[in-house]
């Protein structure tokens, strides 16, 4: 299951992708994102922060034993890591990432976004 959340349409978004399988979460990634298309109509969208979980992937993360962590991105390169997260269920893992980034999207994006090059 993927969707888009606009924080503020056509110039940042949040991009969720979420594996289900027989009712359960198996994977997710929830990312904040920048488009730093310089043309209008032009998309070119950048991951300024993402949470995932991946258990099964050599990249992905277990939240169940690691818990979450925030990647935190600029210009295209990891930078940064935010941890101290509370415990969350795989389950409702997606939703508090997407309504953490909602929360904090501006001061994200300032601090990570393309701007600051």
């Known amino acids: 299951m993927d969707y888009v959340v606009h924080v503020e349409y056509g110039v940042s978004r949040i991009n969720l992708e979420i594996g289900v399988s027989d009712g359960t979460v198996g994977w997710f990634v929830v990312q904040l994102e920048q488009n730093v298309g310089h043309r209008?109509?032009?998309?070119?969208?950048?991951?300024?922060?993402?949470f995932?979980?991946?258990?099964?992937?050599?990249?992905?993360?277990?939240i169940e034993s690691e818990r979450l962590h925030l990647d935190l991105y600029r210009n295209?390169?990891?930078v940064d890591v935010q941890r101290g997260f509370p415990a969350v269920t795989v389950e409702n893992a997606p939703a508090y990432c997407e309504r953490f980034l909602k929360q904090r999207a501006s001061e994200l994006l300032e601090t990570y976004g393309q701007q600051n090059k």
């Not at 209008?40 to 993402?50: I, L, T």
């Not at 995932?52 to 277990?62: C, L």
């Open 40 to 50: 209008y109509g032009e998309r070119d969208w950048r991951q300024v922060a993402r």
């Open 52 to 62: 995932d979980h991946h258990p099964g992937s050599e990249w992905g993360h277990d």
């Open 76 to 78: 295209g390169k990891k």
